[in-house]
């Protein structure tokens, strides 16, 4: 029973210590500590109730998820008696009122789960510590030595979960949010046995690719389909799902029976024209380079890959996995693609249209479903239905880079510098001095006010950026294969370009993208089929959890750069392709481009790339785009909360079957001031595990339950996010209010030791480097974007956290943090679900006290506000 959940937790053990990450804490004292959890647990009662509870907390937060609902019916159709059907994650139902009615005690349960199955010989472990290989063994010996090796088997699952009955089908469910999706999947043989071979990896590739001929390029020339996903998913050693996943428009919602027709039309493809070479010699040469010029990640993602990789491969393999297939063996792969069969499918399609077409619910989750039979003449009639299109391999991809070469940089500058600037654009330049490896990054953004001027632009500019996006698709997924990435975003300031990759095709992609950027076509079929995407996902905000509808409701009472769901959605109805026409040419009627470029590029590359930019933009007798006067480049974004008061902000969740509330109390302290940042840092720092071990693990409030450090384009603060089904949003912020006051004492009772430990821990943190290009220029960019151009901060904050006094720190408390302070200025974001809607009623009627001002309506608050003066202007007509 409560067997399932618990091998989540040591199937692989691994530790990090990263150096000095908490000098409070000795390397040698963590790995102790970490060890009794294997040889003495202790699982008190009180501890296992509360587990139980954050357990039920995490269900109750699931209960609306399609993705859940959606693999809990996939379960659903397989034998009963087999572990997969059953459900893993648990609920207060099955760990605690099913074992009770059953005479059973949970802890007891746990303790002989542990006693039967933890066993040292199914444990790996792994460390990562600045310490000596001699050292670090001879301690790992000493702390672990304890854990008994009864020489378990340990846990296997073994044979197939199916029978016919669970083949052969099509599912139609009914999920919680609009929008329609196709999932057909196949039980295959796990290729992790054939890992150097990695036929999986090949026919994922291959099944999924965009350009001609492909299932994707049909479907999207047809109007079907917006994505399409092809790759395998391990379940056991034993089986693994082969999985097609579409996700249709509403034509193709009405072709479904086709496109499986078109998919099994390609699978019979593939099997006849044979396995192609020249492909899989791609794909291998792709992965080959990746491996060997791979980026750094953070030391705790590398040892669990480490860790997991231990369970699958021999040790020669531990650290390269299914990286490198390396063996060309089209046999095989025929015997992956014989598996899918129309004697092996599944189909589940997936609509709100459906709705009245099912008979049965799923227990755990209660979705709507219904289940029929697929015969093999079914799919073969399908497959003569299905469109007729010249089907083709992926093309030769032209995109995988061939030169690897390192550019030195003439001159070693430590931060971005400013190489040109014109009343069109800005460069920011920063050659690679760090990572020495073969890539680049390219910011590119395009401040277009007019973008943001009124919902109906707002809208108008993000079906332009999804068009864009659609219409680079191929391109932009060839260069995805050869690791070059390219997206397009729509921002507050109009929309942004970035390559990020390898940085030998650059610019041919580059090139790719501002050509049709500047020689934009607005297609009517497509202009439908965006707006139809639009319409569905801002129809489905009101399905978000409250905490994301309170993490979104924030910024749209702050910043003044933003318009609320429910005034786009009004629009929408009314927008057509005329209107988009129309939009464009006023959007770029006043432009401002400016240019982030990093990594192993000579400035003379940098340079050139911005001049094309210009040449194709600016130039010439008929520009796409004039200058941005400089009174729009100052703009007033972020609303500056009042000293003393304190702000809320009320609202019903959209959802009514959402049991859960949710809140996001919100401290506003400073503009960007490096004096104040690491104080505020230092709290943060300080407080956050204690709030997490009050407020979630003891005072259990919510599976949700975040503290964080915010910054508003330069305005810095503080914010808990709490999502609960046990508290209304008003209880919640009286309890973060009451952590606070109990906090004082930490904070004043704290000695010069301990402050000392958590300023040298935040002194770590400053110092810690950046693990990658990508890393570093994200990093950059925000002090860009946000106008602030402190490219030192860290080294600049160590120095001030050096000469820092725990006195200064109080008076900083005193003044910002501290409940009560005639300084402080506080937002609360307040979201009411189902459980807690009479106390929402209650709190709208009460008078409130005189330091407290409600908030009715957003953006009438913002009009009247004062509000801080973007940053970014301050800089734009700066001198070189």
Known sequence: MASRALPLFFCACCIMLVKNILQKVASSSTLARFSQFLIKPLMPSEATVRAIKTIESAFQKNLLSDGRRAYQLQKHFSIESHPYHKYGLGNWYSLEVRPKAKGLDIRHELLKFYEENYSANLMHLVVYTKESLDKIQSSVENKFQDIRNSNQRGFRITGLPFTSEHLMILVKLVPI?????LRVEWPITPSRHHYKEAPCKYLGHVIRHKGEGSVYHILKTLGWAMQLFADENEITSEFSFFTVAVDLTEDGHE???????????????????????????????????????????????????????????????????????????????????????????????ESKKLDGETDKVEPWYGTPYSVERVTTSMIEKWMSSAPISDLQLPAANMFIPKNFSLKGAREKVKFPVLLRKS????LWYKPDTMFSLPKAFVKIEFNCPHARISPEAEVLADIFVRLLRDYLNEHAYYAEVAGLDCYIRRTDRGF??????????????????????????????KFSIIKEMITKDIYNFKFREPYELASVYYPLILNNIRWPWKDKLEVLPLLKVEDLVKFIPMMFSSTYVECFIAGNMEREEATSIVEIIEDKFFKGSNPICQPLFTSLHL????????????????????????????ILHYIQVNRDDFVLNVKLELFHLIAKEPAYHQLRSVEQLGY?????????????????????????????????????????????????????????????????????????????WQEIVNGTLKFDRKEAQVEILRQLTQQEFIDFFDEYIKVGSPRKKT???????????????????????????????????????????????SFIHMKL
């Open 255 to 349: 072709h479904m029976q086709d496109i499986v027709g078109l998919l099994f039309k390609y699978i019979k493809f593939l099997r006849e024209s044979g396995i192609c070479k020249r492909e899989f010699e791609e794909l291998s040469t792709v992965c080959e380079i990746n491996f060997h010029y791979q980026d750094k990640i953070p030391p705790i993602d590398y040892v669990k890959e480490i860790a997991s990789r231990m369970q699958k491969y021999p040790p020669k393999d531990w650290l390269v996995g299914s990286s490198l297939p390396s063996n060309f063996n089209p046999d095989l792969m025929q015997m992956i693609l014989r598996e899918l069969s129309p004697e092996n499918v599944r189909i589940f399609w």
């Open 177 to 181: 949010k609009e929008g329609h999706k």
């Open 496 to 525: 942004e370009v970035t390559l990020d990759g390898y940085n030998d095709k650059v610019n041919i992609l580059l090139e790719t993208v501002i050509d049709k950027i500047a020689n934009f076509e607005v297609k009517p079929d």
């Open 635 to 662: 703009t007033n974004e972020v609303v500056k909360l009042e000293r003393g008061m304190n702000y809320l902000y009320s609202e019903k969740g959209l959802n009514p079957n959402n049991q859960n509330s949710a």
């Open 423 to 426: 009343s069109y654009s800005k």
């Open 827 to 873: 937002l609360s974001v307040r979201i009411y679900g189902k459980n807690h809607l009479t106390e929402y009623k209650s709190e709208k009627n009460e008078p409130l006290e005189l330091q407290y001002v409600r908030i009715h309506d957003i953006l009438n608050f913002r009009t009247s506000q004062p509000h801080y003066g973007s940053s970014k202007g």
């Open 704 to 780: 949700h339950n975040y503290f964080y450090l915010s910054n508003d384009f330069g305005i810095h603060g503080v914010a808990f996010l709490i999502q609960s089904t046990v508290k209304s949003p008003r209880e919640i912020d009286l309890r973060v209010e009451e952590f606070l006051k109990k906090f004082e004492n930490k904070i004043y009772e704290m000695t010069s030791d301990e402050f000392k430990s958590n300023v040298n821990a935040l002194i770590d943190m400053d110092t810690e480097k950046h693990k990658n290009l990508r890393d570093e220029s994200i990093y950059y």
